[in-house]
């Protein structure tokens, strides 16, 4: 016990339990929730998807994240040390290295979208973007943008130096105490930005399309989607909440601590609809539109509204927040295997990895430039990463993931751990079925309608 103590305190523990779930709150909270998610929900007939996607969070990604943090506060290591600890010398360990190596993709291209939601926070205070007569004259000069060069690789450096400056700090000195500020920054200026919206003329109409539920729309492609979005925005399948859960302290309740991540994490997706689609009906646009929704239409939405730039300001630094707090835990994932496996100390963890991680992504941020046209089956660099990420890495990896606690480790060796110091798991049979048999099949069914 000793031992273990003393290599805990080596590698740094959480300091307050607040602290944890802000952090873990602020991996799940990402670009998906605030760019991803509102798009989803207007292509999939609004009220209606966002009923099946709250079920979808409780009944898949719940289990799945107790999964990962139970794993993670038993071992106090990365995801390779991890399965390794549980179950050495076996084929299992692989999961941890799929969930280091989806850290280093994802990061290596989601620091390229940092980048784009730093710069936009640039040009909304310059007032670059004040004069936009509509969506299309918005997208252009998004193109423009993020086919030049320097100021991609510009941006997309100065992303990664301010997620290097915080995880250099550590757990407690860097992680928690940048999650504590930024976290509470990004409720706030969410509150703010939808009573915005709300006040605007014909916004009730948004309400209407984003709240009540039109079952006539959904079948079983929505439903899958609805199981694809609740599964990735909680940041699952990619070692970020394993890694999280490895600085807890023993005495940390693990059920209640979940609940709260997932609740947190669902409100602020919750909240970005109320903001988007008032927004979006009142200056009388579609709700359908695809990714671009953030970067080539709100910003010629912000236009049309009274106050339009301060809230065009507002609205990307919270973007590049949401960003910020992901890019950590990335960052932190490929950080802790060499700290943990390597024995490297911290400081030469996260520069060498940093530095890997940013030219590794620099065709990525040129994906849309000077290497537009280099593209493989239809599908340039960025595309490419993203896809093994996202397609193949994630969800894989989030199955048997599932697959190890119920099967292999056991359900009752992770209730015995999520049991030390709390009181009894009342829903450890629930949760025991849920991990078993729901959770690992509804991933696979996500994983398996990629391809048909």
């Keep these: 016990m000793a031992i273990r103590n003393n290599h805990q305190k080596s590698r740094g523990l959480w300091n307050t ?143 990664m130096a301010i997620c290097v400056g915080i995880v250099l700090r550590g757990i407690h000195g860097g992680i928690e105490k940048a999650c504590k500020v930024l976290m509470p920054t990004l409720v706030i200026i969410l509150i703010f930005l939808m009573f915005r919206a709300l006040t605007l003329p014909g916004a009730m109409e948004g309400i209407e399309f984003y709240l009540k539920p039109d079952f006539s729309k959904i079948g079983p492609q929505t439903i899958l989607i609805a199981l694809g979005q609740a599964f990735f925005s909680l940041s699952l399948g990619m070692g970020c909440m394993l890694t999280y859960g490895s600085y807890l302290p023993e005495q940390e309740n693990l059920t209640s601590a979940t609940v709260y991540v997932v609740i947190f994490d669902t409100i602020i997706a919750l909240l970005v609809g109320m903001v988007i689609f008032p927004a979006v009906f009142a200056m009388g646009l579609e709700p359908t539109e695809g990714p671009s929704l953030v970067f080539s239409v709100l910003p010629a939405v912000f236009v049309g509204m009274p106050f339009g730039n301060l809230v065009s300001i507002v609205f990307f630094t919270l973007l590049a927040i ?34 890997t991680i ?59 751990e999520i049991e030390k110091h709390e ?20 991933v696979f069914l996500v994983f398996f309608a990629k391809f048909v």
């Design 17 to 159: 339990r607040f602290g944890f779930i802000l952090a873990a709150s602020g991996s799940a909270v990402g670009l998906g929730n605030i760019w991803k998610f509102p798009y989803i929900v207007g292509q999939n007939g609004g009220g209606a998807f966002v009923l099946i996607y709250i079920l979808c969070t409780i009944v898949v990604g719940l289990p799945i994240m107790l999964a990962e943090f139970t794993i993670g506060r038993k071992t106090s290591l990365n995801p390779v040390g991890a399965f390794q600890s549980l179950k050495p010398k076996s084929h299992w360990v692989k999961i941890g290295y799929m969930g280091v190596l989806a850290g280093f993709f994802i990061l290596s291209f989601y620091a390229v979208v940092g980048g784009w939601t730093l710069a936009y926070v640039v040009k909304a205070f310059t007032h670059t973007m004040s004069n936009f007569s509509s969506p299309k004259e918005a997208g252009q000069f998004f193109g423009s943008f993020i086919a030049n060069t320097w100021e991609v690789l510009f941006y997309h450096a100065l992303f």
């Design 322 to 355: 949401a960003a910020i707090t992901s890019g950590i835990s990335l960052l932190e994932v490929v950080v802790a295997y060499f700290i943990d496996q390597r024995k490297w100390d911290r400081k030469k963890a996260v520069l060498v990895t940093s530095v």
């Design 358 to 416: 940013f030219a590794f992504g620099v065709p990525s941020g040129l994906s849309f430039g000077v290497l537009s046209e280099a593209k493989l089956f239809d599908m340039n660099f960025f595309d490419h990463v993203d896809n093994i990420a996202s397609n193949y890495l994630l969800p894989l990896g989030g199955m048997l993931t599932a697959i190890f606690v119920g099967w292999v480790w056991g359900t009752k060796s992770a209730e015995e």
């Design 423 to 442: 009181t009894k798991f009342h829903w450890g049979h629930v949760w025991g079925f849920l991990i078993r048999y729901i959770s690992p099949v509804a």
